[in-house]
């Protein structure tokens, strides 16, 4: 089922697992954040997950709807893992996981199909060299080289019906790109929340949710603070664990 240099982790507040590897981007506090402020239909519904890496967003979705989930990446290697984390979870015959490239997507799921589509893109620009990975898997998750913001909103948008709703996780510092991007490609933001790791420190997460061809008006949540001490908020506990 894994590999000698994998492990099995369990997902937080939660009873699925995941095949996670040291030389791979592995899931992060944002994939679970993503995961419980994304809108989903309990019964039913098309979702998928761009840039699902291996897999911690459907994963997680699968137990807040019944509606069936497509997984996309376009690194092969982590497309396998993920495969083999739905397989460990017995969840294969609700989610369906591809290697794609966000770019060309919709010759392989069509258009305005989906009901809601999630994302936890590369969040740095290829221009920001400084910050580049030696791991070239590492990088690529990381940084906008298979994949840009226009990339991931313009196939949001193609991928959704009307109504439909995209959530992302990203950077707060490229809010304004975020949110001109989002109105270009027709994905009216609707609701957002930043996220700090502790009072008195500024926000480093920002989660942000649209709707193709929704009337403006963007509520903002009230700020949710990770850490108090070294212990988890209360806000946070529930948000990561549901308790």
């Known amino acids: 089922m894994y590999q000698a240099d994998e492990r099995v982790d369990y997902l937080p507040g939660s009873e699925l697992k995941i095949i996670q590897s040291p030389h791979f981007f592995n899931f992060s506090l944002d994939a679970v954040l993503l995961a ?3 809108y989903v239909p309990i019964q039913k519904g098309r979702l998928v997950d761009l840039c699902t890496g291996t897999g911690a967003v459907p994963l997680l979705l699968s137990e807040r709807t019944k509606g069936d ?7 092969e290697p982590l497309v396998e893992m993920a495969k083999r984390s739905v397989k460990l979870n017995h969840l294969d015959k609700r989610i369906d996981v591809i290697d794609a490239d966000v770019k060309s997507i919709t010759s392989r799921l069509g258009h305005g ?7 936890n893109p590369p969040y740095f620009p290829v221009s920001a060299q400084a910050n580049h990975n030696e791991n070239d898997h590492l990088t690529i998750a990381r940084h906008e080289v298979s994949c840009t913001l226009d990339d991931v909103t313009r196939a949001a948008a193609q991928l959704l019906r009307a109504g439909g709703k995209f959530a992302m996780v990203h950077r707060p510092e490229r809010l304004v790109e975020i949110l001109l991007s989002m109105k270009e490609m027709r994905l009216e933001p609707k609701r957002m929340q ?3 790791p502790r009072m008195g420190k ?3 997460t920002l989660l942000i949710e649209g709707i193709k061809n929704g009337k403006p008006g963007l509520v ?3 700020p949710l603070y990770i850490y108090e001490g070294e212990e988890y908020t209360r806000e946070a506990r529930q948000q990561i664990y549901g308790c």
């Open 202 to 204: 500024e926000a480093n």
């Open 36 to 38: 419980r402020f994304a």
């Open 220 to 222: 903002t949540l009230p």
């Open 113 to 119: 199909g989906f009901d809601i589509v999630t994302c």
């Open 69 to 75: 989930l497509t997984a996309v990446d376009i690194q």
């Open 194 to 196: 930043f996220v700090y």
